[in-house]
């Protein structure tokens, strides 16, 4: 089985522990760069992106992650938004899924909701919960898109990662997180 870190900067940390430890992965809340050399996979929780972001350089994280290109990850909207390539109006972050997004993009009148989702690759539909959730405004060709809200992008997959802008880990639905373990054991095969 996987060992699946969880970035231990702020956030839903363990909540998404929680859920990977149902799905049978061991978990490590990851604070140093030491800590990613003990993981198969990375979860970017839910939180503050510019919360996130100020721990990142203060823990020497960032670079070490922008510059990894083995370890699969999964950022869940304030995770997303440190995924994407470029930001709206900020510096973008991890730079690792070419697209555009657009922070609380739903609007404050919508601070937080909840939809039933359709989720390419998924089955059944996720349960998808949003708060003050990011938007994909645009991707390139070859970003997968899993899922929409209205023609909002709001889940998306590339090379060995994968974000969206909803918190699975906030639901009993673990199909988001079983979809990135077996994403993690299909990269693990590949390199071994
Ligand atoms: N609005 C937050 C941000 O811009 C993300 C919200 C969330 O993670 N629930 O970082």
Known sequence: MSTIGVLGMQGAIREHVHM?????ADTLVVRS???LTRIDGLVLPGGESTAMRRLLDRYELLEPLREN???PMFGTCAGLI???TEVEGYDAHLRK???TVKRN?????????EVDLTVKGIDDAVEAVFIRAPQVASVEASVDVLAEV??????VRY???MACSFHPELTADLSMHRYFLEMVEATKRQLA
């Open 20 to 24: 990977l430890e149902a799905l049978g």
């Open 33 to 35: 760069v030491d800590d």
């Open 69 to 71: 290109t083995e370890l």
């Open 82 to 84: 440190l995924l994407a």
């Open 97 to 99: 899924i070419p697209m």
């Open 105 to 113: 993009a739903f609007g404050r009148q919508v601070d937080s909701f």
């Open 150 to 155: 209205e023609e909002a992008i709001v889940a």
């Open 159 to 161: 090379d060995k990662y």
